[in-house]
């Protein structure tokens, strides 16, 4: 059971780049990093998507896990996920990529409104605990996105939580390196 | 009646950002500056669009006229006219851009075929005779456009070109500068 | 007195942007981020000493101390402390810079052989407990420098090590923020 | 003997990058590009030289000039010749470069003070016949910069000029493109 205290969890119609779905109950144990984009934002594609290709080249040797969101609140017709599916190809993204899902009555996809994001890009970043350590509109400097990162994958897991180690990425299901001693001892 | 030294025309099935279909002959008289392009394209995202866009602010004391040519060549269902639309409007394009008409029986639509283009970005400069100055696939260096375009906009109408006066853009119609006399005198 | 695994001490000859002389062993306790640049070196000009400004202002909030250290290890003449302090000025350089002292029988300066640099730009980072956590030559991607920085901070400082407060620069002589608590206590 | 309406000469203490020094009567019939910079200007060293240096490389098939000038008008001390040909060396600069000859009762060097220069950069363009074709204080587009020297590399030489043939370079003394019939008939 997640606490109140837990982020929202994904809502995600549609995958890219993993051969299974992701979810953060599953994640917990392991650093987040969700980049929240639209392939039509140009700040997105300039600054917030490089940045991120960079986050999941320069901290692979961490168990963090990247995911990119996109979290398509206009133009929906232009963004559908066939286009997202060009654009992942041309633009070489490698990291899991999910498709927030469409709203019924509303233009703002389902994740999108949990989190009460406030337009895109916005970088989320979710702690060992499954609890929010950031979570911002805009641009964001590399230094403090690295600095960010660190703190997050520095906190050690608490005895409390159970980590879930089917935390799959397209580059396999590694074991959590911060998590082997109390995944050993195990929890009731 | 168009020389066989004349470049292809235009062959557009839908233009954004003009209130009236632009055509090569009817350009007789101005240099013409043509970007090919993709919206998905990287580099014409991150170059090519860009550099033309401060081509049509730079040189707007000119009679050049600038034109986007959204040349899809793949994922074109991901490229259809209402995503270009999107894409227009959240990049803040303002020169006029036209589709180029998707051939029957191959993806390479259709002034893609008549130029020979050999991908995108691809940058055409063609002369106030209409002829062409300048075809090449790639990025181009800020100061080889500038120094084409200069050249270009130097070279004067040859007497026997008629100028066509209906080369208007979405900033109006305005009476070519350099071609004044000769239209005063006509032609017979 | 300063264990062997503690790094060597700078040996400055002219400090700028500082009333007071920095050394090591008075900012234990604290972080020290350490740019050892030429004023002449183009990489620096342009990676290394933004780099540095950008680490100077987006961490103004921690105790972290950020040092540039003049390193000059070739024309000697070109590079004296009047062309550094002329340099300083025009590029609006804020944080502490000391000249590396001049060596009397190599061309590589004091601190420099001392620390085994092998050129410009080296970034040096040394931990709370005065050890060195990262020495490298070369320019280094802000990601990182942002990961490394924040891992040194969030190191707390060991019990045995009696933290100096007499680390000023030229922002003031603030109090060390993660000994605030021994200060409490050791004051009526 | 030149017009009023030519441009001052420039006053040149010291020549780098070639064995013959340059000036600018010798050098008429060509073009002359001219950027004004000092070592530790910020603007000339990120924009200015590197924007110098591709217009060295790209228009070499040219008989453009490329000048470099290095007007110091402040921290004397710190941009002296020596100074400077460290500079030349660590940059990798390859176009000839004068220095502005100091004077005795101003800051102000010789050459900027025939011009009324304002600062640094500036960028100079003169044509073939020796007249002034553009002068301004700051940076510069390379669309723009492209643009202006086609225009002057367009510009035919007057009947009525005589060209001077010795305008050597680090690269040798070619002789005029653009002048060689007046050449030939014009010698003994």
Chains 1, 2, 3, 4 share one sequence.
């Not at 997105?44 to 999941?56: F, K």
């Not at 009460?116 to 605990?129: A, E, K, L, V, W």
């Not at 609890?131 to 403090?144: A, K, M, N, P, S």
Request: charged share 20%.
């Amino acid at each position: 059971m997640i606490a109140d205290t837990q982020v929202p969890d994904l809502d995600v119609s549609h995958w890219f780049n993993t051969s299974v779905p992701l979810d953060l109950p599953k994640l917990r144990g392991r650093v987040v990093f969700i980049h929240a984009f639209q392939m039509l934002c140009p700040a997105c594609v300039s600054h917030g998507l490089p940045q991120t290709q960079r986050v999941q080249r320069l901290f692979r040797d961490t168990d963090l896990q990247v995911i990119g969101l996109h979290t398509v609140f206009e133009h929906h017709a232009a963004m559908g996920p066939d286009a997202l599916k060009a654009f992942i190809h041309e633009y070489r993204l490698t990291f899991p990529i999910g498709v927030d899902t469409a709203s019924q009555d509303s233009p703002i996809p389902s994740t999108m409104q949990r989190y009460g994001m406030r337009g895109t890009p916005t970088t989320i970043i979710i702690g060992r605990d499954g609890t929010l350590r950031h979570h911002r509109f805009g641009i964001e400097d590399d230094l403090l996105v690295g600095a960010w990162l660190a703190d997050a994958l520095a906190e050690p897991l608490p005895e409390t939580t159970a980590p879930n180690l089917e935390g799959c990425t397209s580059d396999g299901c590694a074991i959590p390196v911060t998590t082997a001693h109390s995944m050993e001892t195990g929890t009731p």
